[in-house]
């Protein structure tokens, strides 16, 4: 039982303003990728327009790692949000005057993933000194709650470019969410202390200054063996994700073997998807409400490891109604493996260098899921979607063994922490 109330002031202002900017997130992803394919109508134009989006994911976390810490992280999370607001809403106007082309869509796609890329740091590292003491777990059970809850809003989006035949008012709803959720942003009040403890400048300027902090936060992560493991474990889950992109063109090749069924098979697709997302709802409430014993955090997330990948790598060979039920553990064992991961990491490393493990981690993360994406679409010029799948992740199992498994004394020494 902990001692400490969960819902402060700053961890309610936080949530609801995660929440907010969410909403926007899933609104923005939705809206734009339809007006790309009204513009262009090509499958390749649009991809091209997610790898654009994609490219600055790796990149920015990186180099924003350094100075998110030695700056103000709160004011970095709400000046970004008000950036993507401004964005949002200059997007609005030149889609309603007519001069909305594919070229303006590709660098607002760069500028949205620049955005994004700095943002996840920056909130990734601010996000634990809201978490009053011994409230971790149940606080990231409360902010993996908030995806699947914000996802809920696409068939809104859906319906209203449905009825007006313009994306346009989900523009305009994006930089309205941006803006309220940059407002409630800024009421935080927690008093940021990780720039203090900032190696001093010893003369140096901006650009030596930074390829010297570049460089601690790198020997900190090469030092920190469990810390290596978990991230190298995460990045290989993300290439993996790119196979899973398969799934609906799988389900579209092959809807002959759903035809008993009364919907199309890309419909049924989103159907049997959307368990996961309901999944991750009640897992996230699980969390909340039993607490895991520290001693028992490694080996939970040892055995939700495994049964994630076996179970990525049978779906699609099972009938439906299993692959739902499939889907749904899937969501459930997420949210488990995100709450002890996430918690423990943030808890472990050292505020004055957490963003700048934090900006790697995102880094290994978005360049193994564009290096996945890639050799997925390659692949499946040649083999099945369903065998890639299968073999992507029966392949991921194996980094169970190699990295967590093999590095279990240092994994656990993360894991294994009393965070109260």
Known sequence: MTQNKLW???????????????????????????????????????????????????????????????????????????????????????????????????????ALGAINGVYTVAYDSFYPNLISPGNAQRAYSVSSMLWPIAAMTTPVAAAIYDLLGSAGPVFAANAACFFAAACFERRIRHQETHMDHAPPANGLGTLRRFRRDFREGMTYIRGERGLLMIALYFSVISFCGGADSLRLPYFRANAGLYAAWPVAAVTLYAIVSNFDVVGRLIGGAIQYRVRIPARRKFAIALAVYAATNLLGAGMLYLPIPLMAAACFVNGVLGVTSYTIRTAATQAYVPDKVRARFNGTFQMLNSLGGIAGGLAAGALAEFFPEREIILAAFLGALGTVYLFIYRGREDVKRIYNRDMA
């Open 8 to 110: 402060t002031y700053d961890f309610t202002v936080i949530t609801i303003g995660s929440f907010i900017s969410m909403v926007g997130s899933t609104l923005a992803s939705f809206s734009i990728s339809l007006v790309v394919l009204d513009y262009t109508g090509s499958t390749f134009l649009y991809m091209l327009f997610h790898v654009c989006y994609q490219l600055p994911m790796v990149v920015m976390p990186l180099l924003a790692g350094p100075y998110l810490d030695r700056m103000s992280r709160k004011k970095m999370i709400y000046t970004l949000d008000y950036a993507s607001a401004g964005l949002f809403a200059l997007m609005y106007l030149l889609l309603q005057s007519g001069w909305m082309n594919y070229a303006l869509l590709l660098c607002g796609s760069v």
